[in-house]
């Protein structure tokens, strides 16, 4: 496979939204990137990222929230979008991503609001007492490839896993033999599986990518995202990313996931949380 | 002056809202919750937050995101809600917040969405790594009287300085001596002043009420809140409330604010997270 690059990839392809009517976007949601037929959330988010910078004057999200009302499924969509504000330096913007179902209805899939600047542009100091996660170098981790014999194939459950190039360190990794550490933690390596380098698009496909940590408390089954907020901070440096994940609290029925990316060169590029429903199963 | 209750308390008659036609909401905002003129963003998220109460099938935020378009002020406001989503256990909202200016012309301040479910009725299973903050007894913390000698009185340029009991952990005042600790960490007890215990509005409040993290960096002025958001885990017993405020990573022009709310039982009732535009000064 020839190395993709921005602009000329399955994830640019697959995210492209076209100009309908003043405000309003096609697009075509596929389903390579789905997780049990439902279209994964970063996935979506990107797409609709691509929407709203289209619609509002600045180009990349700095903080975007979305609502995930019902759940996505391959096949054509509407975003409808709202110019909220328009600053100098930033605007606020806000979409609907919508699907009709079988009998014609349209339904809601996803509510968003954004604030949208041009990351380019952001001045470069940086006081951080942040600290890249520690995470064993890439040829030491493990990607999907390395499932243990006899389980299915991932990517018959999840096509999107065929997408992307994830390698988890083998410290989060014990729930895939049963042995989930209890902590709540995910971490990897992420990169797209066509080598195409990562943009801001593609951060918002990062923080929801990996693994639930609710596995690696040991729990198992669906884990549907409520909310997810993403924080961007600055234009990703070429090359693979490190993602980690934490659960802290799991209480009331619902968990948080608080996703961190870095780039490689050592900035912390994203900050998510989401809110999520705690699987039932134990 | 007697103790207040949940539902009879200056906070409550602050920030009530008249219902004035189905789904739009008038209210007041009072000078008394505001920071050099402008109203503090946790006690607008409080009466918003109400409106949606009212105009949802279920009474609690459990995932509320405010973006702030313009400084809001004292003076008469009107609250516009949509019902994007009702469902059994959880159903969504939209609300936006808005004013006229001097010329009569109607100016947005914030645009809110949130998830709203029954805080009551969720299960009480709880898994968490998370720890209380170490703050010190609440007797050993400092409250606004226990500004240096010379220091211009702070409820002049903020009133809502007398509507709370914030008492801060003497580790992060250092910067109201001029000795920031640089880690950029703000922990107090909070309580409101007439002793009204706390409920899902008051924690709104509470996550956006300790001085800003950036003092505890070196930095001074003023660091507006772009984007805010609440996740609510379970109602607060009754007692005063510890918060912790961290930022990580100041980059870009902005920060971000982790807060955690922690109510008498030791229970994480609140975590929430907002981007803010760092401040000029140095």
């Known amino acids: 496979m020839a190395q993709a690059s921005i602009g000329n990839s399955e994830f640019d392809r697959d995210t492209a939204v076209v100009l309908r009517e003043p405000g309003v976007y096609d697009t075509d949601l596929p389903a390579g990137w789905t997780v049990f037929n439902a279209v994964n959330g970063g996935f979506l ?58 009998d014609g209805n349209e339904v809601e899939r996803m509510r968003i609001v954004a604030g949208y600047a041009d990351l380019g542009a952001l001045p470069d100091d940086v006081r951080t007492t942040a600290k890249p996660p520690a995470i064993p170098p890439y040829e030491h981790c493990l ?32 729930w895939a033999v049963g042995a989930p550490s209890g902590l709540g ?46 924080h961007l901070r600055c234009r990703p440096a070429p090359g693979p990313l490190r993602v980690s994940v934490t659960t802290r609290n799991l209480a009331g029925g619902f968990l948080e996931e608080d996703a961190e990316v870095w780039d490689s060169d050592d900035r912390l590029v994203a900050q998510s949380r989401q809110l999520a429903r705690a699987p039932r199963g134990a």
């Not at 490839?145 to 989060?172: H, V």
């Open 143 to 174: 990607g999907s490839d390395a499932a243990p014999d006899g389980a299915p194939p991932m990517a018959d459950a999840a096509p999107i896993m065929e997408r992307l190039d994830l390698r988890l360190d083998p410290a989060t990794a014990g």
């Open 185 to 230: 933690e995910m971490r990897a390596w992420f990169g797209l599986a066509d080598g195409r380098d990562s943009d801001p698009p593609a951060l918002l496909l990062a923080v929801d990518a990996l693994p639930p940590t609710a596995f690696d408390l040991g729990l198992s089954g669906w884990t549907p995202t409520l909310e997810l907020t993403v």
């Open 45 to 102: 988010l990107a797409a609709v990222g691509r929407a709203l910078g289209d619609a509002l004057p600045h180009p990349d999200p700095v903080t975007i929230t979305a609502h995930y009302l019902t759940a996505s499924v391959p096949g054509p969509a509407v975003i409808r979008t709202e110019v909220v504000r328009s600053g100098r330096t930033m605007s606020t913007g806000q979409a609907s991503l919508l699907q009709h179902d079988e």
